[in-house]
């Protein structure tokens, strides 16, 4: 099978300061990765080096491009790596408002997307965002009004919408569910674990919260300074971690 | 079905001066179709240990754990997943509930898993709640508040809910009463009827006799103990 990403030794570096270094792994169709470690391990940058918003200083990201098959985005053309972003990435920032357009409608910001890639039908637009908006459990009655009238909550299942609309194939998650209350946290990681499993979605989820990796992720990469410390199954990673490490992030929480 | 081969594995514990626990070595096994193999031997001997590196939940330091045509020890991470959805079901100690879902969805996902249809995985996920004596006003309900026995069975209706080829069960009978337990103990004749090769650990003697063909005492691969 061929893998849908494929990065290969990837370093970033600001100025002196390693950003992240050495990674390397292959992700297959419907793999869900959770990325972990403790804040400034590198981990953001790492994701957004994949999801080519920062332009690594070495190595490649090949992602399996539905026209050539695998392209490594780092060096392909900005317009090429632009079309990827709007059709087959989806990128799901921790602050809704960082991925959403808060002066504009909620049924704006999921059509706007679809509009991207070139949906012109004004009533299918409405439709869908009308499916969406209602797959992320936000009331159709809510469709024409602002982001900025909306819960954290709210705000960021109508930005999982806004990303998931368009149908992409890779979805880049950044601590989608910090910041948010517990039981808010819960709805939001079973709407998600949901919707990966019914549109088969393959998706790197970036977060310091174990408890969500257990629920959402097949594997696991651990980071420290920049370095991967580990990697592996993420129930194997939890209960018979290996690098010290590991065992000092699984052992600091009362019950992952 | 299941060939463990000179197994050996040990725990480092980093972050106490790095100690290395030998917990096993040579460890052999093998079960076949049909065929129900207890794991016996004293408390902290190995028992789950051995169990969870057949699930490739514990990694294995050395030697082969072949399930079926696939070493779980080489594995990686998206086949052991293959093989658990298909051929290898585990029914852990404890549920591990995940919060919101519906009880009969908890049961329900092993066969959403392998393709199965929505009316059929909830049609036999609500035979073996009610089988248990899980009462039907609770289907709906995350099992998260439920009692510790309750919890347990709702567990062993989600092993049971897919008939995997091989099983593995972690003291699937304790703390049962005896209605719940003998419905257990005819889940798991019924499944070795049917081929299926299953490895226990049952501290209830009378159910081991009842339906264990052989024992594998695991105090022989435990380091410092073994003749
Ligand atoms: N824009 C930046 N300029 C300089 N250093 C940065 C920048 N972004 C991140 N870093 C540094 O890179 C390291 C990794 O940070 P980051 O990727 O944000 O970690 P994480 O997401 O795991 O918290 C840290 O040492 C951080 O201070
Ligand atoms: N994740 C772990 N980390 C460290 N030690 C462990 C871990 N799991 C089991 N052990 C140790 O391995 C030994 C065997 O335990 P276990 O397999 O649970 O025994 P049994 O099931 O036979 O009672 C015990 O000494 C136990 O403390
Ligand atoms: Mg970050
Ligand atoms: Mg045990």
Redo the contacts between chains.
Sequence with gaps: MTPLLQVENIAKFYGARIGCTDVSFDLYPGEVMGIVGESGSGKSTLLNTLAGHLTPDRGAVRFDTRADGLRDTVTMSEPERRMLSRTDWAFVHQHARDGLRMNVSAGGNVGERLMAVGARHYGDIRASATDWLGRVEINEDRIDDRPSAFSGGMQQRLQIARNLVTGPRLVFMDEPTGGLDVSVQARLLDLLRGLVREMGLSAIIVTHDLAVVRLLADRLMVMKDGHVVETGLTDQVLDDPQHGYTQLLVSSVLQV | MIRVEHVSKS?????QG?AVIPVMRGGELTVARGECVALTGASGAGKSTLM?MIY????TASGRVMVGDLDVAQAA??E??ELRRHVLGYVSQFL?V????ATLDVVAEPL?AVGSNEAEARARAGELLAQLNIPERLWQLSPTTFSGGEQQRVNIARGFAHPYPVLLLDEPTASLDATNRATVLALIEDAKARGTAILGIFHDEAARDQICDREVDVTRFTPGLAA
Excluded at chain 2, 11 to 15: K, P
Excluded at chain 2, 56 to 59: D, E, Q
Excluded at chain 2, 98 to 101: D, Y
């Design positions: 725990f480092t514990l980093h972050n790095a969870r490739g939940n514990y990694l991470p998206r052991i997943l591990r995940v919060p919101r879902v959403r």
